[in-house]
């Protein structure tokens, strides 16, 4: 199997407030971790890659000091959103590639939706 | 970079009729193309994926083309089923498991 968890599956908080969310591969080792936004009824937006040890790589327009990201496990992954904003209210999602699978998918997490008030 | 176009957006058919979704993409270098599909308030789930070297595959109800020349591939289902309801994401990648590009995606609805 390949399966990916998160926690939490969904998290309201206040603005101004950081809210950590944790991407786990419960049964495979993860080389590389992917973190994902997705606003409703739209396709996933990659915001950044992270491989286990070294600092993420961040898309274009992902602020790297308001989404931080550490990937201190090759089965752990964390994204922080520092100082949550209402604009930042999304549905986050995680995927992983299996480590020593050079031709291998992504498999997804479940997803964390966060609503900022 | 990578530009994943999908279609059509919506999709309704019939209990037991078949249903195509087709994308187009731009890097002809892209040598990976899976389908995810997603259920309201989940995560995608892999249902199918097919390689560069290869112009079909099928997995029971579910097969994907890929046509490399003209760029586009297409996901099938055939027999719907009405759990078959939900948005389905086709994705490219030029480096496999890296660097997916996804579509807008399709909601499909399976009336019964």
């Known amino acids: 199997g390949a399966v990916v968890s998160q926690h939490p599956s969904r998290v309201i908080c206040k603005s101004g407030t950081s809210v950590k969310i944790e991407c786990r591969s419960l049964?495979?080792?993860?080389?590389?971790m992917f973190w994902y936004r997705q606003f409703p009824k739209q396709s996933l937006m990659l915001m950044a890659t992270?491989?286990?040890?070294?600092?993420?790589?961040?898309e274009q327009g992902v602020e790297k000091d308001k989404f931080l990201i550490n990937h201190a496990s090759l089965t752990l992954s964390t994204l922080t959103v520092t100082s949550a904003h209402p604009e930042d209210s999304s549905f986050y999602i995680c995927?992983?590639?299996?480590?020593?699978?050079?031709?291998?998918?992504?498999?997804f997490g479940p997803g964390t939706r966060l609503l900022v008030l | 970079g990578e530009n994943v176009e999908q279609h059509p957006s919506t999709l309704s058919v019939q209990e037991g009729d078949s249903a195509v979704i087709k994308c187009t993409y731009s890097d002809s270098a892209s040598n990976y193309f899976p389908w995810y599909k997603q259920e309201l308030g989940k995560g995608p789930q892999l249902i199918i994926d097919i390689r560069s070297n290869v112009g079909e595959k099928k997995d029971q109800r579910i097969a994907v083309t890929l046509n490399k020349t003209a760029k586009h591939f297409s996901l099938h289902i055939t027999e719907t089923q009405p759990e078959d309801s939900a948005v389905y994401f086709c994705a490219a990648s030029e480096n496999y498991g890296q660097n997916f590009v996804f579509g807008p995606g399709t909601r499909l609805s399976v009336l019964p």
């Open positions: 049964d495979f080792q993860a080389t590389t």
């Open positions: 995927s992983a590639n299996k480590r020593g699978s050079l031709q291998e998918t992504q498999y």
């Open positions: 992270s491989n286990e040890g070294s600092k993420a790589t961040y």
